[in-house]
């Protein structure tokens, strides 16, 4: 690992650490930066295959609530422990986007982008019309919060639980994309034609990425399940997988830092648009247009570049 990695991994486990002091304990923000590394988890995962493997995935909202339901189904109907349904629900992911990617990976051009945009609405059709086992329209409730030692798992202890999981799963990213097989998926990114003359497996390293960044987004699925009690399918729409695709390309793809930076933006963002609603899809498209317009490689490559200006001034 990097050492800029290491010293940046540190100051985020800091900031995480002292940030419900510094909040004064407030629940709202809390909440906030709960929501901010459920984010980050996704788009961690999409930003892998997109930045590095160069697969465009408009479904991963479907994963997403692959992870929420199987974690709720079975703890809210089935009384499963909630760790169990975690790992089923990760499971279940993991075979269903190999499913999905071993067919459509082998293909050249935009075939993956296609495929998980089917696959994301067939899965909302059936989140909404299983109603006995999803609740359907009305969402599904009673899903229990996480406990341990018969303690629950809220509020600051839940923010710590949810970074935990980010940083876990960011230290492991680094190393990947740091490795043989992260030097392989830039290969495939530059030119698969390339990178096969060469001796790249490009089908299975797409895939293989392809399948983390489920498992990430189930990840995330059950751990936001089991935060809020309550899901139903709007949060597991189009539009959402169109918000996770927005947080790679304005945070920037082709890093996982900027990934995550996207994420924490686009999370706060709709906290100060509330007022705002019929705007709401405007302001995103204005934000998308500024951003690859004049920082086409991201929000945090264009800071990079203008402190480098700066330095060199």
């Known amino acids: 690992m990097k050492r800029d990695d290491l010293y940046t991994l540190l100051c985020i486990l800091i900031t995480v650490s002292l940030f419900p002091w510094l909040a004064g304990g407030n629940q709202y923000f809390i909440s906030l930066l709960i929501f901010m590394g459920i984010n980050g988890i996704i788009v961690m995962g999409l930003g892998m295959l997109m930045g590095y493997a160069g697969q465009i995935s408009l479904g991963h909202a479907a994963f997403f609530g692959i992870g929420a339901y199987s974690s709720g189904i ?93 940083l876990l799963l960011l230290l492991f990213s680094l190393n990947v994309i740091n490795s043989r097989v992260g030097r392989a998926l830039r290969a495939i990114h530059g030119s698969e034609l390339a990178a096969n003359a060469m001796g790249v497996d490009a089908s299975r390293y797409k895939l293989q990425v392809f399948i983390l960044s489920a498992i990430y987004a189930s990840m995330a699925g059950s751990l936001y399940a089991h935060f809020v009690t309550f899901i139903s399918p709007s949060s597991f729409s189009f539009m959402f997988s169109i918000l996770l695709l927005m947080m790679v390309v304005v945070g920037g793809a082709e890093t996982i830092w900027g990934s995550l930076l996207g994420a924490m933006l686009l999370t706060l963002l709709p906290e100060y648009l509330r007022g705002l609603e019929d705007f709401e899809v405007l302001a995103y498209g204005a934000i998308l247009m500024v951003v690859l317009l004049f920082m086409p490689q991201g929000i945090l490559e264009g800071i990079r570049k203008l402190l480098g200006k700066k330095g060199e001034g």
């Open 74 to 166: 079975l703890t809210a109907k089935y009384a499963f422990h909630p760790f169990p349904a975690f790992f089923i629900g990760v499971l279940l992911s993991a075979i269903i986007a190999f499913l999905v990617g071993k067919p459509t990976l082998r293909l050249k051009g935009h075939y993956m982008a296609v495929a998980t945009l089917g696959f994301g609405e067939i899965l909302f059709i059936i989140f909404n019309e299983l109603s006995p086992l999803t609740g359907g329209p009305s969402g599904l409730s009673g899903i229990p919060s996480l406990t341990f030692l018969g303690h629950p798992i809220e509020g600051t202890i839940y923010l710590y639980l949810v970074w935990g999981f980010l």
